[in-house]
């Protein structure tokens, strides 16, 4: 068995989105941008709450924004 993550479409929803800026979503979710960097590098698993309010900055359910899977049997997003 892998290693669990969550995993995120971030960065193609910025992009998708105006191409907003790392800033510009921080500013939204009332985090730091490390933080937004942190979470697309997949260095960081967001809290349930963060989760939400990232999902709110891009107005899409939770589950189109964010993912959980065994990293052997994930491909790279």
Known sequence: MGKNLVGNHIRKLRFNHDEMTQQQLADKAGV???????????????????AFRI??????????????GD????KKQ
């Open 71 to 74: 990293t052997t049997n994930l």
């Open 32 to 50: 730091t941008r490390q933080t937004i960097v942190a979470l697309e590098k997949g260095n960081y698993s967001p809290s349930l709450e963060l």
């Open 55 to 68: 999902s709110l900055a891009f107005n899409l359910p939770l589950e189109e924004v964010f993912f959980y």
